[in-house]
């Protein structure tokens, strides 16, 4: 995953994630990585899974393997924003958040936000990232 010579950008697909538009699920240039929409698609299947909490639940999934596709970890996130169909529905977000980042200490900024969602999608979310090495 290291860039070479020709490219200092280096695109990041993971396996069962992909966009219909032919863009990357992130981006890495140096130590820095931003990613597209990550959203709740179920990976053996190709579609969005239909409850929330499946949803959320693929969407952290996807965040850690596109963190460990760009060659970091989720302790090297340091900001995800996050789009709601309905943002009372925040309580099922914080469930999946803790599990991830259980150390109130070592968390990123989250910034979660409602808004007009591709149908069936209830939750989707973007990272930024700082990964040393």
Known sequence: ??????????????PGF???????????IGNLLV???????????GKTAESLEDQLRFMFQHVRTVMEAGGGT??????MSVTMKDRTMRPALNVEWLKMF??????????????NL???MLVQCDIMAVIDG
């Open 35 to 45: 990613s597209g929409g990550i959203h709740g698609m179920d990976p053996a299947t």
């Open 1 to 14: 995953m290291a860039p070479t010579l020709a490219t200092r950008r280096v695109s990041i697909h993971i």
């Open 74 to 79: 989720t302790d090297d996130i340091i900001k």
């Open 102 to 115: 259980p150390d109130e200490h070592s968390r990123p900024a989250r910034h979660t936000s409602e808004g």
């Open 118 to 120: 591709s149908p069936g």
């Open 18 to 28: 992909a966009h219909v538009n032919p863009i990357p699920a992130a981006c890495r």
